[in-house]
């Protein structure tokens, strides 16, 4: 969490705490107001109208809500949905849910570089179509949706767009009006703001309406019940003011990190692969198979690098990945990718201590390697017959 | 750098070294210096308004860095 964010959430933590929605206390006063100015501050970032902005607990939660809400409240007539393959999981498990209840859903593959192929997309689309819902920026590999025409396409047939844009917005400059998305999840943490929080666009012209997760006494619009977390709407609100304000520089930056990473891996390191592609991505996220090493080995020894950085910005993840096999990379080079981030907070000096540490140990884990002995020797691993024993 | 820059330069240096955190340390370090580097030019009413926002972000650096928060009554 960027400091000048807690800074700006401590008064609220005390001596000016106080329920939001109790219109008639002091103090509630003071925090509808500062709540309202948050609202205000995430509108801002993303070219919405305050009305529009829905305080969530997080993306999580706004993407279920986006899905379910606009399943049930349109589902007489509209029973069709369509998302990708390599969406985040919350996505894929809200329109799973949606299976069980009779929904029709069809997950679009990606291409090779992890776009979506709009011909496809268009193909699928039918008159009981009710959402399309795309990401923007994925998680796993930073590759970039082509968000505009998805918006596009979903206004000229009149079937409503879902855009999760957890890891985009605060990022990558955009407007909700510019890409025509109807419905867009917001999260907190991923802007540096705190955990706990988000947030769900949701359009007013023309109107789009969801059919509520929680029942209760009709905060939001209606659209979601609870008493307001307001330090951390405060602080979301301060995270987005701060990220509009550094965009440029924070790009900047991270462009230049991520050369400086890209460029130190690739020139060192021969038989690596960056994932996705290599064009409309995010730079500041960055995943890398590196072939003929075996992939827990190195991110454990990469791990003790994040560690003692002490910064989750440069941490590197392994992870099974459903993303890499809907790109088509083979199960090994899968295994060993890495995914590296870097953020507002990475230092050039994490950066090269990031690149000396993967040339070290993957030329230390390939020197142990048969396989890659073998691969020097020129031998085609994939014309092996390995014996039975 | 006229006076006045100068000073607030060197203040928010100052506070910002004083950091705890590595990386909160080095980006307010960073940040302070590339703003003072693009703003370098400016004349009139623009400088006097980067002049106040530089102050406000002295007070708040103040707070961060060392931990101590105002809490309001």
New interface residues.
């Given amino acids: 969490m960027d400091?000048?964010v807690?800074?700006a959430m401590?008064?609220f933590l005390?001596?000016?705490f106080g329920n939001p929605h109790s219109k008639t206390h002091e103090y509630g006063w003071e925090a509808e107001s500062a709540s309202e100015a948050a609202r205000e501050q995430v509108a801002s970032l993303v070219g919405a109208d305050s009305k529009e902005i829905v305080f969530t607990s997080g993306a999580t939660e706004s993407n279920n809500m986006a899905i379910k809400g606009i399943a049930h409240f349109y589902g007489e007539k509209k029973r069709h949905i369509i998302t990708t393959q390599t969406e985040h999981k919350c996505v894929l498990d809200s329109c799973r849910v949606l299976q069980q209840e009779g929904f029709e859903v069809d997950y679009l593959p990606v291409k090779q570089d992890g776009l979506v192929d709009l011909e496809l997309l268009r193909s699928l689309i039918r008159p009981d179509t009710a959402l399309v819902s795309v990401m923007y920026v994925n998680n796993e590999i930073g590759v970039i949706q082509p968000v505009r025409e998805i918006g596009q396409l979903c206004r000229e047939n009149k079937v409503f767009f879902h855009c999760d844009a957890a890891q985009a917005v605060g990022k990558i400059p955009l407007d909700v009006n510019e890409l025509k998305i109807d419905l867009m999840s917001i999260s907190g943490h991923k802007l540096y703001g705190p955990k706990g929080i988000g947030a769900l666009y949701v359009r007013r012209r023309p109107r789009v309406r969801i059919e509520p997760i929680f029942s209760g006494g009709g905060q939001e619009r209606g659209m979601r019940s609870g008493t307001l977390p307001h330090s951390l709407v405060v602080g979301f609100g301060a995270a987005c003011d701060i990220a509009g304000r550094e965009l440029e520089?924070d790009t900047a930056?991270i462009a230049r990190l991520s050369a400086r990473l890209e460029q130190g891996l690739v020139s060192r390191i021969p038989h690596v692969v960056i994932n996705g592609s290599t064009e409309s991505r995010y730079k500041g996220n960055l995943n890398i198979s590196f072939a003929y090493v075996e992939g827990e080995s190195l991110l454990m020894a990469l791990k003790d690098m994040a560690v003692s950085?002490?910064?989750a910005?440069t941490s590197a993840s392994l992870e099974p990945s459903y993303v890499l096999r809907a790109l088509g990379v083979d199960e090994e080079m899968a295994h060993t990718s890495i995914r590296f981030g870097i953020g507002?907070?990475?230092?050039e000096?994490e950066v090269d201590y990031a690149v000396e540490n993967c040339v070290k140990h993957v030329e230390r884990l390939r020197e142990m390697s048969p396989l890659w002995e073998m691969v020097q020797e020129g031998i085609d691993l994939k014309s092996i017959q390995w014996s039975q024993h | 750098m006229s006076a006045p820059p100068l000073t607030l330069y060197k203040q928010l240096m100052r506070e910002a070294k004083r950091f705890q955190n590595y990386n909160f340390r080095e980006y307010a370090i960073r940040h302070v210096r590339d703003d003072f580097r693009r703003n370098a030019g400016l004349q009139g009413e623009s400088a006097a308004r980067e002049l106040e926002h530089g102050r406000l972000e002295l007070e708040k650096l103040r707070r961060m860095a060392t931990g101590k928060h105002a809490m309001e009554d």
């Fill in positions: 400091p000048r807690l800074d401590l008064p005390s001596g000016q520089a930056h950085s002490g910064s910005c507002r907070f990475t230092t000096a």
